[in-house]
C-alpha cells in the first residue's frame, strides 16, 4: 500500500466520479487500492493482467482506471503538488538546472542510430540543483538531444517558494557540448538565464563536471521503476505517464525523508 501522506497529496487530485441520473455507467472502485495498483505495476514491471490480488481490485478495472487517470493529467499534477510541498520547504535548488538523456528500447520510438537500428525509445530529463527531476519528456532514441532542451525548459512548473510568487526560473542551465548551438545560447540570454553548456572541440564534454553525477543518478533512479525500463507500452502517452509519475515518486522520496 502507498503511504498516507502520499495518498493525502493524491487524493484531492483525482477526477471524481458523478453517477449517471439514468443509473448505470462505472461502479465506484476503492481509488486508494487503484492507486496502490497502478504504483505497483510501475514499481514491479509487472504485466497488469498479473496484478496480484490482495490489491482487491481486479486488473481490467485498475488498467481502465489508470488510462482514464492519464486523460485527465494525473501524473503531471501530482508532480506538481510534490514540488509545490518541496518547494514550500526551500528544498529545491534553484541555482541551476541540469539538463541530460537515457535511452531505452521499445510510439515515440524511432531506430537507435547507436544499437543496430533497434527500436527505442530516449528520456529526457531536466532536474533542480540536486537533481530532482522538474521536467520529463520522451521522443524516437533517433531524435537528437537538443531537440528536447527547450520544452524541457518551456515545461518547468510554477512551484511554490518559501517566501514570495512562484518560481519557475533556474539562475543557470547546465548541460553536456551535445546541446551547445548558438541558437541555444541566444535564446537563453533572451529569457535572462545563464548558459554553462560545454562547446565542442573547445571544452571537454566534462565541462559538467560535479553537476554531471546528479542528472546521472536523476535518470537512474528514473529507470529504477522497472516499467520503464523495457517499453512495454505501445500508446506514448502511457509511457509517459508512467514517466511522470516515477519523477513524481522520486521528488516524494526527498519529501518522506525530511519528515522523517
Not at 539562475?171 to 557540448?177: M, Q
Request: proline share 5%; net charge positive; glycine share 10%.
Amino acid at each position: 500500500m502507498v503511504r498516507h501522506e502520499l495518498w493525502e497529496l493524491t487524493a484531492p487530485l483525482l477526477p471524481r466520479f458523478t453517477s449517471r441520473p439514468q443509473g448505470g455507467g462505472t461502479a465506484p472502485v476503492d481509488e486508494r487500492a487503484v492507486f496502490a495498483a497502478v504504483v505497483y505495476v510501475l514499481t514491479s514491471g509487472c504485466a497488469w493482467r498479473y496484478l496480484p490480488e490482495s490489491f482487491g481490485v481486479s486488473p481490467a478495472t485498475a488498467h481502465r482506471r489508470s488510462t482514464a487517470w492519464t486523460e485527465a493529467g494525473l501524473w503531471r499534477r501530482l508532480h506538481r503538488a510534490v514540488l509545490d510541498e518541496l518547494g514550500a520547504r526551500g528544498e529545491l535548488g534553484w541555482t541551476s538546472a541540469i539538463v541530460g538523456a537515457g535511452e531505452k528500447r521499445g510510439s515515440l520510438t524511432g531506430p537507435n542510430p547507436v544499437d543496430r537500428g533497434k527500436k527505442g525509445s530516449k528520456l529526457h530529463v531536466l532536474s533542480e540543483a540536486q537533481g530532482l527531476p522538474l521536467a520529463v519528456a520522451i521522443s524516437g532514441a533517433n531524435v537528437h538531444d537538443s531537440q528536447a532542451f527547450k520544452p524541457l525548459i518551456l515545461g518547468i512548473p510554477a512551484v511554490r517558494s518559501r517566501r514570495g510568487p512562484r518560481r519557475r526560473r533556474p539562475v543557470k542551465v547546465r548541460a553536456d557540448k551535445a546541446y551547445y548551438s548558438a541558437e541555444h545560447l541566444r535564446w537563453l540570454r533572451s529569457r535572462n538565464l545563464i548558459a554553462r553548456i560545454a562547446r565542442p572541440g573547445i571544452e571537454s564534454g566534462e565541462q559538467l563536471g560535479r553537476h554531471r553525477w546528479k542528472i546521472e543518478r536523476s535518470i537512474s533512479c528514473l529507470f529504477g521503476y522497472r516499467r520503464l525500463t523495457v517499453r512495454y507500452e505501445r500508446k506514448s502517452s502511457h509511457f509517459l505517464a508512467f514517466l511522470g509519475l516515477a519523477a513524481a515518486l522520486t521528488c516524494y522520496k526527498r519529501l518522506a525523508k525530511l519528515a522523517t
